[in-house]
């Protein structure tokens, strides 16, 4: 699978969530395969309220976000993920910058959560340091 998501941008969510811990690089890949695969789930949802709308493009609301936040105040690139909006759609649809803009903030919320999770867990283990092991258990445990 070909991750459209940059590393760099998922490892600063996760430590900014870490604490005095360290985050291994495949906790950030591992972490940046789950966002994508949410983003992409999420699309789809979407694009089939799009249609029920009888539009090709979607929109912020189509990913019921009722408020918009300024792409500035996220950590997210916008263009990776309007590139993981459109990775199980049709290429018919059109993604609105509102909607990229919507769907990186659902994301990084989402990524928030897991890191967080994440810390917790390897501080259970009593490591230094988050794996991708921490985020990996994250999902069994709780999806």
Known sequence: ????????PVDTIIRRNAGDL??????SEELAKRIQ????????GAAD???ADGRKTLMAADFEV???VDKDDLELPVAPVDRIARLE????YRVS????VALADILEDYADNVARAAATLAHHADRRT?????IETYFSLFE
């Open 49 to 51: 309220r799009a249609t």
């Open 22 to 27: 360290r985050v291994s690089a495949d906790a």
């Open 1 to 8: 699978m070909n991750v459209e998501l940059p590393f760099a």
């Open 97 to 100: 910058m509102d909607a990229r």
């Open 66 to 68: 009722k408020q918009v």
């Open 130 to 134: 988050i794996t991708d092991d921490d």
């Open 89 to 92: 759609i049709d290429d018919r």
């Open 37 to 44: 695969d949410h983003g992409s789930e999420l699309a789809i």
